[in-house]
């Protein structure tokens, strides 16, 4: 396994940063840049603070290697979230005068970055050793990005991790702050762990309200509008919408298969025995012609398990289909190859190449590259000697003579590729050979150092064709959703859902969707903002019904059942808090029954025609009763007389009056302190932190140009 593919098989350290999962945004830059206007830099801003598109950029470059088969769409907001989380806990540490050190940002390398958990930088007892992950670093700088891919990736790596680990420090250290007073006390999980070991066993009677509350008369309008006045800040609502989905997916038919197998196999004979295989992939395929070889074992298992009973030029794959992916295939080239070179150049750069500046023009570059070619070709012995003299690789120059170290077949640069580049690999390349070449770096004059290790090389012709639904079917499926959606018309939530089901369509039933959301949990299709923006139009109601078209052809009818709008909702107000006010006046009635009067609990039951529930066992960390939690009935069962009757005890569903009996524990040693301190303060600091992130994002002033843009 390449150290590549150990930092790919580590990358969950990434996504876990003070307890927050925090996502990356991966998508190709060129698909990226069509979202802004050509001189647009900035994509949004945190109180006043510009996040840009570099910084986009730079997320996505960095994780590009470990989600690049996601979609675009799902992951447009989880770039965003990355950057508001990031800014906003930055701008709080900064306001503290919170820093990063030199011995923070090390600290963190060993702790929470990227690199801890890579294997070859452990020593025996499993922990970071820094002394060979430094050693890693200083060979890292020596090697030249251009060398291979892997350098390359693994420098960008790198660089990210430097230019990123001072924020997460400094958003650490200002959550640590927050948390610094959040810890269990020992009281506290005493109290915990007594509350799941010790038990009461009660007798009780329970009368619901229901059977109480037809003695009252109505609660007056008055009540309910002075209460509210008085509790005006635990009713403002937030905007909210709930929306429900159901999807028709586009499917071929049967005569589309049909169709396709036919075309499929009429293509698959003009493919046999054509010569313009290049031709016919690029007008055919899903995907461009590839005119690389490759060696046997960097090839998909069904090619190798192909050449391993025909490896003769024009052997044909295929057709097979896979899902509703027809491929075939052609083996239309074989060479053999080195599979080791290494080599040695001397770079001559100029101002329009990548990476190592020069100021003079392309052409001079060239003209002095071809001249040095031309003296190096009739006097080899002097190529080392103009390594130094002349090579604008300077480090390399000077560390390794120009050396770019042995490059593997399977790990060719594709700097090194492309029209009239010199081919490394070639059987035809002895020792000492020189070439010249062009790469986005400058011109390069090459030097054969060494060889090793001749394999074949495949060349394959490749045609991949996606079976997807005729006009026909897509106009069938159109009728029929049109058709549902006309039966539908006037439907409740429920009837719209349970006829979809009957129609077998996808259903997703009731997502409380925020105006602030840029996904939805469930559905994540490119869609999902263009449905919450229609949600919160102001011409919406309840009960508007709307289909929406994938790219795919897939169809989403979205039914709206529900708008809250920010304020206060009176009506609702009014069923919630009826039945609070409902309850005390019971209070008072049952305080006035049983005023001054020692009652028995057998004398309650056969006042109230109830039953007495007998040995009823309760302890506090359950506080259930009845079904439901009634800490007020538990209170009383822990802290009363034994064989004494409480007096009326109101609870969630109705009245209780309780006669404790026993009290015993069933705990036989403490152990508490660990297993208990540690579990209440995971949930302690785990729901803090949700209220902070909650807290300061709805505090900030954020502005996302993204809306206006993509």
């Not at 098989?9 to 991966?26: H, Y």
């Given at each position: 396994?390449?150290?590549?593919?150990?930092?790919?098989?580590?990358?969950?350290?990434?996504?876990?940063?003070?307890?927050?999962?925090?996502?990356?945004?991966?998508?190709?830059?060129?698909?990226?840049?069509?979202?802004?206007?050509?001189?647009?830099?900035?994509?949004?801003?945190?109180?006043?603070?510009?996040?840009?598109?570099?910084?986009?950029?730079?997320?996505?470059?960095?994780?590009?290697?470990?989600?690049?088969?996601?979609?675009?769409?799902?992951?447009?907001?989880?770039?965003?979230?990355?950057?508001?989380?990031?800014?906003?806990?930055?701008?709080?540490?900064?306001?503290?005068?919170?820093?990063?050190?030199?011995?923070?940002?090390?600290?963190?390398?060993?702790?929470?970055?990227?690199?801890?958990?890579?294997?070859?930088?452990?020593?025996?007892?499993?922990?970071?050793?820094?002394?060979?992950?430094?050693?890693?670093?200083?060979?890292?700088?020596?090697?030249?990005?251009?060398?291979?891919?892997?350098?390359?990736?693994?420098?960008?790596?790198?660089?990210?991790?430097?230019?990123?680990?001072?924020?997460?420090?400094?958003a650490k250290k200002y959550v640590e702050m927050l948390m610094y007073g959040l810890n269990t006390s020992l009281i506290e999980a005493q109290l915990s762990y007594r509350d799941k070991n010790l038990f009461s066993i009660i007798d009780y009677v329970f009368i619901p309200y229901s059977d109480i509350e037809k003695k009252y008369h109505r609660i007056k309008s008055y009540d309910i509008y002075d209460f509210i006045k008085k509790n005006k800040f635990l009713y403002k609502k937030e905007n909210l919408r709930n929306l429900s989905f159901v999807i028709s997916r586009s499917h071929p038919s049967l005569d589309d298969e049909k169709n396709m197998d036919f075309k499929i196999k009429k293509l698959f004979q003009k493919f046999k025995f054509s010569n313009h295989n290049s031709i016919i992939v690029s007008n055919q395929s899903e995907k461009p012609f590839d005119s690389n070889f490759y060696l046997k074992d960097n090839l998909p298992p069904v090619l190798k398990h192909f050449l391993e009973k025909k490896d003769k030029v024009g052997s044909m794959l295929g057709p097979f289909k896979d899902n509703n992916i027809y491929i075939m295939a052609k083996l239309i080239g074989k060479k053999m190859v080195y599979n080791s070179v290494l080599s040695s150049h001397i770079l001559i750069s100029h101002k329009q190449a990548t990476r190592f500046y020069n100021n003079r023009t392309k052409k001079k570059a060239e003209k002095i590259a071809k001249k040095i070619y031309d003296f190096v070709v009739k006097n080899p012995d002097q190529f080392d000697s103009l390594v130094l003299e002349k090579s604008d690789d300077i480090v390399n120059a000077k560390k390794n003579k120009g050396n770019l170290g042995w490059m593997k077949y399977e790990e060719r640069n594709e700097a090194f590729k492309g029209k009239g580049s010199f081919d490394f690999f070639s059987l035809k390349n002895k020792k000492g050979r020189i070439g010249l070449t062009e790469t986005k770096f400058g011109y390069h004059i090459i030097r054969i150092d060494d060889?090793?290790?001749?394999?074949?090389?495949?060349?394959?012709?490749?045609?991949?064709?996606?079976?997807?639904?005729?006009?026909?079917?897509?106009?069938?499926?159109?009728?029929?959703?049109i058709k549902f959606m006309k039966d539908n018309k006037n439907s409740s939530l429920n009837t719209f859902i349970n006829n979809a089901r009957q129609k077998k369509y996808e259903t997703i039933f009731l997502r409380e969707i925020k105006d602030y959301q840029w996904k939805i949990h469930d559905l994540n299709t490119e869609l999902d903002q263009e449905v919450i923006n229609w949600s919160y139009e102001k011409k919406r109601k309840e009960g508007d019904i709307k289909i929406f078209?994938?790219?795919?052809?897939?169809?989403?009818?979205?039914?709206?059942?529900?708008?809250?709008?920010?304020?206060?909702?009176?009506?609702?107000?009014?069923?919630?808090?009826?039945?609070?006010?409902?309850?005390?006046?019971?209070?008072?009635?049952?305080?006035?029954?049983?005023?001054?009067?020692?009652?028995?609990?057998?004398?309650?039951?056969?006042?109230?025609?109830?039953?007495?529930?007998?040995?009823?066992?309760?302890?506090?960390?359950?506080?259930?009763?009845?079904?439901?939690?009634?800490?007020?009935?538990?209170?009383?069962?822990?802290?009363?007389?034994?064989?004494?009757?409480?007096?009326?005890?109101?609870?969630?569903?109705?009245?209780?009056?309780i006669r404790t009996l026993k009290r015993f524990n069933t705990s036989k040693k403490l152990s508490y302190f660990s297993s208990e301190i540690e579990s209440l303060n995971a949930n302690l600091r785990k729901n803090i932190l949700e209220k902070i992130g909650n807290v300061l994002i709805k505090k900030s002033n954020i502005k996302d140009y993204r809306k206006n843009n993509i």
């Open positions: 396994m390449s150290f590549l593919d150990k930092i790919r098989k580590n990358t969950w350290l990434v996504f876990f940063f003070i307890s927050i999962s925090l996502l990356f945004f991966i998508l190709d830059p060129n698909i990226l840049l069509k979202f802004f206007t050509e001189n647009s830099t900035v994509i949004g801003k945190i109180n006043g603070e510009n996040i840009s598109l570099k910084e986009y950029l730079d997320s996505f470059q960095f994780l590009k290697q470990f989600r690049e088969d996601e979609p675009d769409y799902y992951l447009k907001n989880d770039a965003w979230k990355l950057l508001v989380h990031e800014r906003v806990l930055n701008q709080q540490a900064k306001k503290l005068g919170i820093q990063s050190t030199k011995k923070d940002f090390w600290k963190a390398i060993e702790k929470q970055s990227i690199y801890s958990n890579i294997i070859d930088f452990q020593n025996e007892k499993g922990k970071m050793d820094m002394n060979k992950f430094r050693l890693y670093l200083n060979n890292l700088e020596k090697l030249p990005s251009s060398l291979t891919p892997q350098i390359e990736a693994e420098k960008n790596i790198w660089l990210y991790e430097k230019n990123n680990i001072p924020k997460r420090i400094a060889i090793k290790n001749i394999k074949p090389a495949y060349q394959f012709a490749i045609i991949i064709k996606t079976l997807t639904p005729s006009k026909k079917t897509e106009d069938i499926l159109y009728q029929r959703i078209t994938t790219s795919n052809k897939d169809y989403i009818m979205v039914f709206l059942s529900k708008i809250q709008r920010k304020g206060y909702p009176i009506e609702e107000i009014k069923n919630n808090i009826t039945p609070f006010l409902i309850n005390k006046k019971i209070d008072r009635y049952l305080y006035n029954i049983m005023k001054n009067k020692h009652i028995s609990l057998e004398k309650i039951a056969s006042f109230f025609s109830k039953k007495i529930n007998k040995s009823y066992r309760v302890n506090f960390y359950q506080s259930i009763i009845q079904n439901h939690k009634e800490p007020k009935v538990i209170g009383y069962a822990f802290s009363s007389k034994l064989y004494e009757t409480s007096k009326p005890i109101l609870g969630e569903k109705g009245v209780f009056f």
